[in-house]
């Protein structure tokens, strides 16, 4: 692979990782990126996909046969649009190890994958393969749930907590918000309604505000009583938010949305993409 901006893009063929491949193309186009087409091979997957050859006789052959043709429809798309390259490759190993080892191996900047949705994103009570290529990952992580289909993003929502790394995270938000001209929310959500989280809110946008180079930034500071995750869940429904965009560093917000204490009543894992940013 080459220097150039490359997204690794798991797939097992199902709804929701083809759903993944259409967003992994469309970021693609925008960043002119090589993109990899990447399946684990797995025998219960594979019995799914062909229940006849109970022995698994042929299947490499036909796992080439699908991701070669997904490769076509990718190059028929979004080669004309803006993206560099799509090749695939499927290897044998456990899939959360061999998709690690892989985006390292042709120097990964974002691995975009789907998820089924609240289920499968749970950290610390399912451990799903999503959530733990997420919380292991030193790169992005783009999620996108079953049935979110590609769309402009009209606004991104950023959660903040008030974090130095945060400047950078922002940069690479405006980057992506940018192509697309998309409103940028930078929200913080409180459980309190106390003077010294406005207080703090005031010094975080003097902070970072001048680092801003975009127009379409706005800064805001929720209260809720309730589990934070579910306020970020309520602002992210009610403003109309597209992509929510977290940091994920130790003790961040991020580690208070996948708590164990994550409520089934979390709809923008069901309905909305989550880009969790790892790295700059």
């Known amino acids: 692979m080459s220097s150039t901006f490359t997204i690794l893009c798991p797939t097992d063929f199902s709804e929701c990782s083809l759903n993944a491949i259409e967003y992994a193309a469309k970021l693609g186009e925008l960043y002119k990126a090589d993109l990899m087409l990447f399946h684990v091979l797995n025998k219960t997957d594979y019995e799914k996909l062909s229940p006849l050859?109970?022995?698994?006789?042929?299947?490499?052959?036909?796992?080439?046969?699908?991701?070669?043709?997904?490769?076509?429809?990718v190059l028929n798309e979004s080669k004309p649009k803006g993206l560099n390259s799509c090749q695939i490759s499927?290897?044998?190993?456990?899939?959360?190890?061999?998709?690690?080892?892989?985006?390292?191996?042709?120097?990964?900047?974002?691995?975009?994958?789907?998820?089924?949705?609240?289920?499968?994103l749970r950290e610390h009570i399912i451990g799903s393969k999503t959530s733990k290529i997420v919380e292991e990952a030193d790169i992005d992580v783009?999620?996108?749930?079953?049935?979110?289909?590609?769309?402009?993003?009209?606004?991104?929502?950023?959660?903040?907590?008030?974090?130095?790394?945060?400047?950078?995270?922002?940069?690479?938000?405006i980057e992506l918000a940018s192509f697309f001209k998309s409103e940028?929310?930078?929200?913080?959500?409180?459980?309190?309604?106390?003077?010294?989280?406005?207080?703090?809110?005031?010094?975080?946008?003097?902070e970072i505000s001048p680092f801003v180079k975009y127009d379409k930034v706005s800064?805001?500071?929720?209260?809720?009583?309730?589990d934070l995750a579910l306020g970020l869940e309520n602002y992210l429904q009610t403003s109309k938010g597209d992509i929510l965009v977290t940091l994920s560093k130790k003790k961040s917000?991020?580690?208070?949305?996948?708590?164990?204490?994550?409520?089934?009543?979390?709809?923008?894992?069901?309905?909305?993409?989550?880009w969790v940013i790892k790295s700059f």
């Open 53 to 73: 050859d109970t022995k698994g006789y042929h299947q490499e052959e036909f796992i080439k046969e699908k991701l070669e043709n997904l490769q076509q429809a």
């Open 90 to 120: 499927f290897k044998d190993g456990k899939i959360v190890k061999t998709t690690l080892e892989e985006a390292k191996s042709i120097k990964a900047n974002m691995i975009v994958m789907g998820t089924e949705g609240t289920n499968d």
């Open 142 to 173: 783009f999620v996108v749930p079953r049935k979110v289909f590609f769309k402009r993003p009209r606004k991104l929502v950023y959660a903040s907590d008030y974090l130095e790394e945060d400047k950078l995270a922002i940069q690479k938000l």
């Open 184 to 206: 940028i929310d930078i929200v913080h959500v409180s459980s309190t309604h106390k003077a010294i989280d406005k207080s703090l809110h005031e010094e975080m946008v003097n």
């Open 219 to 226: 800064y805001v500071l929720k209260a809720y009583r309730d």
């Open 253 to 274: 917000f991020f580690d208070q949305i996948f708590s164990k204490n994550l409520s089934k009543k979390m709809a923008y894992f069901i309905n909305k993409p989550l």
